[in-house]
């Protein structure tokens, strides 16, 4: 994450897809995603493949604490810089439905 005029470190980055999206991909084959990391200059410091069943399992599992993974693609001769990732995967709450049977009995009730 990069603020205005440095770099901002310990912040949340977030990719969110609905869960018709995930499942076309996973239908499609695509268990993958790849996450470049980048600093403000321009300069790549690396680049991470998660695994999205991978995700699914931690998300459901794990304790919170994530994980550290190495940046591939760094400076040879340089230990990897790291990305902590968490994995968090949730639905949205669904709009309640309206039963209008349900909604009469209950007015009614309320009227007596």
Known sequence: SVGKDKHTFNATLQWSTSNQQLRRLSNAGQT???VTVVKKDGEKLGWVVLDLL???LN??????EGEW???CGGKPGE????????HSLAEPPRAPSFNPDAFAEQLDSQLK
């Open 54 to 56: 991978k995700a699914k």
């Open 69 to 71: 993974l190495p940046l």
């Open 32 to 34: 993958a995603c790849k």
């Open 59 to 64: 998300s459901q599992y794990s304790k919170g």
């Open 79 to 86: 230990p990897p810089p790291q990305l902590r990732v968490f």
